[in-house]
């Protein structure tokens, strides 16, 4: 595996420069070959960049696809390994963007060694840790413990995936004592304490780090509950209790001053949104279209979220009604072609909850996953906690996030109205006494539409939940089936081309020289 270079700090440098002051400017020339002569500061905006257009941008579309949120317009070619599953070694891949802010991170904890920089070293901890747990997530044996090291180590071996999961645990722990130490130094350089602020998320708030370390925490230990015993888990996470998760207004948000020039905008909307001359990008708007199943779960359920995840037919993002959704909705004017089908060209488009304009953070984890993640540890018993309050106030984050509200009522109250009708299952909590699992997960992957989509990937290959949505391009449903048609889901990711290129004899080791099934070779924590 070859050790990825530090182009992120370039490109974040060049970024950063439309809204830095000089001072901090002129400090960025550094050569990232030789990066003693830099400092942490400079590397932390680029690497959560980096995490944030990972977790928020279009690395995951075929996810959102594959869920029912998204599909594609008629009149475009069909996309047929996306319609039909089909994954190969050349894509889609993760690999390197995720190793990759992993060089930058390895650097800025090298020089977070010095004194007084406890907390970016904690944070580089942390960041580690998810940049890995994605890695797993999608490959399960990854290069772990002698990964990032350079020349010092040309060939890695591969790590197996639960020993990849507990470390990065111990990672986290560590970051949190580490950023403890830096609270209690009274000469500590605070990532917030410059302008502009390095820590482009928190502002070097470092209460909320921990709180969003705890949420990390808590999402990997959840992920694990097919094979740790409940009181593995439990005893872990009353390890960092006092911390707390992340709650209600407290969405891990990245801004490191997107503008609305081009290299310089968000995630997403730097890829469907419209360039600085405000036209589209590559057409990208045209060509997503609104998931007929996820949008019918929002019709069902009366949910108000249906006109911030989708437009009324034919609106387009130019329109000046486009971030100004009526709610209720007529849902008469919503429509969208089902999974395996490609022939609406007016349908929904993508909504404003998700395209939030040019100049708007990029989300790292949202209040409401870790809610929803609390609410899944306190039904499993995992931690002590009201799991119905908790599955509301997931609910209730998603729709503050989104900014649903009407000429009558705010965020809050259309939440609350949502999940207190009767009957509803999978909306009600009264309404799913036996399937609270499936609510909460349910319910999670209602609010992460093209915001988090990896984390519902995630679900349902560990639980089977959120329910997947029917494929028509498969043998089930359709008389003539694609023959390329894929059985589900993939499980999985190849390894990509450059692994058996440059580090063959250990992939060998690790998958005992077998080729990868995405069907049935399965992640570490699924069930076996």
């Avoid at 090291?149 to 995936?161: A, I, R, T």
């Avoid at 349902?460 to 023959?483: C, D, E, F, K, V």
Wanted: net charge negative; proline share 7%; hydrophobic share 35%.
């Amino acid at each position: 595996m070859k050790k990825f270079l530090s182009l992120v700090i370039i490109t974040s440098a060049v970024f950063i420069m439309s809204s830095c002051h000089k001072s901090f400017l002129t400090s960025l020339a550094v050569n990232p070959n030789s990066p003693s002569g830099g400092t942490p500061e400079l590397i932390l905006p680029g690497v959560l960049n980096s995490i944030t257009f990972n977790v928020s941008g279009l690395l995951y579309s075929d996810q959102a696809v594959w869920l029912g949120y998204w599909n594609y317009s008629g009149g475009y070619t069909y996309f047929t390994d996306q319609q039909t599953y089909k994954v190969t070694s050349g894509g889609p891949q993760s690999w390197g963007s995720w190793y990759g802010p992993l060089s930058n991170i390895t650097i800025m904890m090298d020089l977070a060694k010095q004194p007084h920089y406890e907390e970016y070293a904690g944070i580089g901890e942390i960041l580690e840790a998810l940049c890995f747990q994605y890695l797993v997530d999608d490959y399960n044996m990854v290069p772990y413990s002698q990964a990032m090291k350079g020349v010092g180590e040309m060939f890695p071996v591969y790590d197996p995936g639960q020993s990849v999961y507990k470390g990065i645990v111990a990672q986290i722990d560590t970051g949190m004592t580490l950023i403890e130490a830096g609270m209690a130094d009274p000469q500590v350089v605070n990532p917030g304490s410059v302008s502009p602020a390095p820590d482009i998320m928190f502002g070097g708030n470092m209460k909320l780090w921990l709180a969003f370390a705890n949420s990390l925490k808590l999402r990997i230990l959840v992920r694990e509950s097919n094979v740790l015993s409940s009181g593995t888990i439990q005893a872990e996470l009353a390890k960092t209790a006092s911390y707390g998760y992340l709650g209600l207004g407290q969405d891990a948000l990245v801004n490191p001053g997107y503008i609305n020039a081009d290299g310089k905008q968000n995630p997403i909307w730097s890829s469907l949104g419209t360039n600085a001359a405000s036209a589209l990008h590559t057409d990208g708007y045209n060509l997503y279209k609104a998931g007929k199943y996820a949008m019918d779960f929002y019709k069902n359920t009366n949910d108000p979220r249906l006109a911030y995840f989708y437009t009324p037919n034919g609106v387009k993002l130019l329109d000046p009604n486009y971030s100004s959704p009526t709610v209720p909705a007529d849902t008469s004017k919503f429509s969208a072609d089902p999974l395996g089908v490609q022939e609406i060209h007016g349908g929904s488009n993508i909504g404003p909850g998700v395209l939030k304009g040019a100049t708007a953070p990029g989300v790292v984890m949202t209040a409401s996953e870790s809610l929803f993640l609390q609410a899944e540890a306190a039904a499993r018993g995992y931690i002590s906690g009201d799991a119905q309050q908790l599955y509301q106030q997931g609910i209730t984050a998603s729709f503050e996030y989104l900014g649903v509200s009407s000429s009558s009522e705010n965020s809050d109250q259309l939440a609350a109205d949502y999940y207190n009708q009767t009957g509803v299952t999978n909306v009600s909590w009264p309404s799913s006494p036996n399937a609270q699992i499936e609510a909460i997960l349910t319910q999670k992957w209602a609010a992460l539409n093209g915001i988090s989509v990896a984390e519902s990937w995630n679900d349902w290959r560990r639980t089977g939940y959120p329910i997947p949505a029917p494929n028509y391009a498969n043998t089930s449903l359709n008389p003539n089936p694609h023959p390329l048609a894929g059985p589900h889901m993939p499980y999985r990711y190849f390894y990509p081309d450059v692994e058996f290129s440059t580090n063959q004899d250990q992939l060998n080791k690790a998958t005992g020289g077998k080729a990868i099934d995405p069907y049935n070779d399965k992640i570490f924590w699924m069930p076996q």
